[in-house]
């Protein structure tokens, strides 16, 4: 098996504004696996606020591209078993789990989803990201955005500007990025009218000392995201948090994530698959546990100009699955 990997860099279709800064580009690494002439790929994305740094991850690659090299096909599970043993961060860790998984499954002749029994039943709608402007603007671009669903990101608790959102009439969801305080999130789950939010998402910085004042069975849908980076951290969250975002680099990999869903599911919460500003590659990657989701927000590939791969689509919110084998995914 060979391994080879590239850094590329990603322009935004316009600038996209969070609580953690605002941004007009993303790098991300592109890992491939190849092994008879077939080539499974994967990605992770530099993102600043996770201390996340793409040189550091090529000079990781560097010392352990023969090790990989050297090990034999086998079953995904099994691989990732290998992978733990070389104690990498979970955003690599996940770019090379996701190109195993491709790569196995075009070596296999079968798709991911067939290789994990997953049935295509109801599949969630992505929703699209409304970055964080003055409402007007925000509502602005929702009323002309041909998707059906919005996630609007918040940098402070501002009930003028929520009360008018909630006046459109549209499925929204609010990413607060940490940034209400637990005043804020009490106020919010007494409040009738929040039930309307599809989901509040990580509505404070992270850490029991802050999501502690939450009740999963209050008004508020509240869902963890940075408070929620793998299946050990389910247990503690159970009673303040009714939902849970997973995102593959966060939690490690497609391997992991399978897991967790099952672990998710045992303590009755509800899910999401999430991403990054990531090309089809990750989005791709992401897509698949769909079917095995509540919610999606999947508009990683949709928000940058200069794609580089084919696969799984998000057009207008629905998830378009690849039949093709393994994910599906071609560099193009």
């Known amino acids: 098996m060979k ?3 590239q850094i590329v860099q990603f322009t935004l279709k316009e600038t996209f504004s ?14 491939t696996l190849e092994n008879n002439n077939y080539k499974g790929f994967g990605e992770c994305t530099a993102i600043d606020y996770y201390h996340i740094n793409l040189a550091d991850f090529e000079s990781q690659l560097h010392i352990i591209k023969d090790t990989i090299e050297h090990q034999n096909i086998t079953h995904p599970t099994d691989f990732y078993l290998f992978l733990l043993t070389l104690n990498l961060p979970s955003f690599l860790r996940s770019a090379i789990d996701c190109a195993y998984w491709d790569l196995f499954g075009k070596l296999e002749n079968s798709s991911f989803l067939a290789l994990n029994a997953i049935e295509i039943k109801n599949i969630p709608e992505s929703s699209i990201t409304i970055s964080i402007a003055s409402v007007a603007n925000q509502i602005k671009k929702i009323e002309q955005s041909d998707w059906n669903q919005f996630k609007v990101k918040c940098n402070h608790f501002d009930s003028d500007a929520i009360s008018k959102l909630l006046t459109l009439n549209k499925k929204m969801a609010l990413d ?10 009490i106020a919010l789950e007494n409040q009738s009218a929040t039930s309307q939010f599809i989901y509040i998402e990580q509505p404070m910085k992270i850490g ?7 009740h999963r069975d209050g008004n ?3 869902m963890a995201d940075e408070d929620c980076q793998d299946s050990a951290s389910l247990e503690n969250l159970q009673s303040h948090y009714s939902s849970i975002n997973i995102k593959l680099v966060k939690c490690g990999g497609l391997t992991p994530a399978l897991q967790m869903i099952k672990e998710a599911r045992r303590l009755n919460f509800k899910i999401m698959i999430g991403c990054m500003t990531e090309s089809t590659v990750g989005i791709s990657a ?10 999606a927000d999947l508009d990683g590939a949709y928000l940058i100009a200069n794609d580089i791969a084919t696969g799984s689509r998000i057009v207008k919110g629905k998830i378009e699955l690849s039949e093709k084998p393994g994910l599906g995914i071609a560099l193009v």
């Open 220 to 222: 508020a849908n509240w």
């Open 208 to 214: 029991w000392d802050n999501y502690n004042v939450l």
């Open 3 to 5: 391994v080879s990997w």
């Open 18 to 31: 969070i609580t953690y800064g605002n941004y007009s580009h993303r790098d991300a690494l592109i890992i």
């Open 176 to 185: 607060a990025n940490g940034s209400f305080t637990p005043a804020d999130c």
């Open 286 to 295: 992401g897509a698949v546990l769909a079917p095995l989701c509540d919610f």
